[in-house]
């Protein structure tokens, strides 16, 4: 059964910098398309940055483009997530997901992810 274990938000000032880490518990990770979401009070639950099976490209929200950086370390079973100059409306809880047999068009939409991390808090505020 695969388990996903997110870690690294806190409370940050505006402009400063967080690694979020996501911890996959299962076998055959690299498979595995694997992606941040993050959801606002109130709000729904965005896609942020999400990488397909292993393969090279990593992809992005056009609000965090530039900002964010999606890494994974197969040998490792984690993905990384680089933020760098948070803004206040990066305050989110982090979640990490991850699905088998997700098609690149459902990339971005929380609904076809089957296994899903507790999240973890980042506020940026000053």
């Known amino acids: 059964q695969v388990q996903l274990v997110e870690s690294g938000g806190g409370l940050v000032p505006p402009g400063d910098s967080v690694r979020l880490s996501c911890k996959f518990s299962g076998r055959a990770f690299n498979t595995y398309t694997v992606s941040w979401f993050r959801q606002a009070p109130g709000k729904e639950r965005a896609f942020v940055a999400g990488?397909?099976?292993?393969?090279?490209?990593?992809h992005y929200a056009d609000s965090v483009q530039g900002r964010f950086t999606m890494s994974r370390d197969n040998a490792e079973n984690t993905v990384y997530l680089q933020m760098n100059n948070l803004k206040p409306e990066d305050t989110a809880v982090y979640y990490c997901?991850?699905?088998?047999?997700?098609?690149?068009?459902?990339?971005?939409?929380?609904?076809?992810?089957?296994?899903w991390g507790r999240g973890t808090q980042v506020t940026v505020s000053s």
């Open positions: 990488n397909r099976r292993s393969y090279n490209t990593m």
């Open positions: 997901a991850a699905d088998r047999n997700l098609i690149l068009s459902s990339l971005r939409v929380p609904s076809e992810y089957d296994t």
